[in-house]
């Protein structure tokens, strides 16, 4: 089975975004390549981020022409939840364009978790609902082996013109049992390019956590509901380190809901970046009141924190 992998924000269709110059990496979908490289499966990924449009898809998908298209997002970037009617109809033109090539279509993306019926309706076989990575797995599995499909947790898909909804996927929550996302199928110098141009360092995202306890009304929809795991402080200093390695990052956006909830994480952090001789500025999103408990602060900017984000 050939696989192709591709993402639905577009930064230059988010025109307020585009003026910042500050493009990131579809973190979330290259956590879903990390799965999917154990499988035995012909992978392909396009990476959409810096295209001009949904158009820009077409001569790959006819190159390749894959069994199976995945337009898929991460649901904890704040990023990709903006610009939605925009983005939506990118997906939707991507989806028409691979089933124009009989072409099977997955979706996974947190509007498409709002709104499943009309991309179903709009040419999607299946659209992943929450958390993505396991029900890939799962689908990708299944559709490769020619088994059933519909009671796969997490999906929504037609079957007969009936919208067939299957039982809903626990969120994951050792989140150290998923890779790595695969890095090493990205390439990084348009990102660094722009980066070097307009700022003069090269920053990279990354994600920590899943979910936020809190119910702040100004917060972007989280995906993983009113949940919160983290994953290692250790596993998190790797990936620091060979991105330092292997793309010569010079900053991180820590790209979680909230980051450092869980108590003692961040003294972890802190002391593993020192035994592995990293000291890398990042920015996160928190709150005053975390900030303020035990030494957070002081260990936050031990470890490199330059800016953080609060909402008020």
């Not at 992998?5 to 500050?22: E, G, M, V």
């Not at 009617?85 to 090539?101: E, L, P, S, W, Y």
Request: one cysteine or more.
């Amino acid at each position: 089975m050939k696989v192709l992998l591709t993402n639905t924000y577009f930064y230059k269709l988010d025109p307020k975004q585009w003026r910042a110059r500050q493009p990131y990496p579809p973190y979330g979908t290259l956590s879903a390549a990390a799965v999917l490289q154990d499988l035995q499966i012909d992978l392909v990924f396009f990476d959409n981020t810096l295209q001009d449009g949904p158009e820009s898809l077409l001569a790959t998908l006819r190159k390749e022409n894959p069994d199976v298209l995945i337009i898929y997002d991460d649901g904890f970037n704040y990023l990709t939840k903006m610009c939605l009617t925009v983005m939506r109809d990118a997906a939707i033109a991507m989806a028409k364009a691979a089933r124009d090539q009989d072409c099977q279509v997955i979706i996974s993306s947190s509007d498409s978790t709002d709104h499943f019926l009309h991309y179903l309706q709009e040419g999607a076989d299946f659209v992943i609902l929450g958390e993505g990575e396991q029900t890939l797995l799962e689908l990708i599995n299944a559709m490769q082996d020619g088994k059933p499909t519909r009671q796969i947790p997490g999906i929504a898909c037609l079957i007969d013109d009936t919208i067939h909804r299957s039982a809903a996927r626990p969120v994951i929550k050792d989140l150290d049992t998923l890779p790595i996302p695969a890095w090493s199928l990205l390439d990084p110098d348009p990102y660094r390019s722009i980066w070097l141009q307009h700022h003069g360092y090269f920053s990279i995202n990354i994600a920590t956590t899943r979910g936020c306890p809190f119910k702040c009304n100004w917060c972007a929809k989280p995906i993983y509901g009113n949940r919160y795991h983290s994953r290692s402080p250790r596993q998190v200093v790797e990936e620091i380190q060979w991105l330092v390695n292997h793309f010569g990052i010079e900053h991180i956006w820590m790209c979680d809901d909230i980051f450092g909830l869980k108590p003692g994480w961040v003294q972890s952090f802190n002391t593993l970046l020192e035994d592995f001789s990293l000291q890398v500025p990042y920015k996160i999103q928190s709150r005053v009141d975390l900030l303020l408990k035990e030494d957070n602060l002081d260990a936050l900017v031990s470890s490199g924190v330059e800016t953080v984000w609060v909402g008020a």
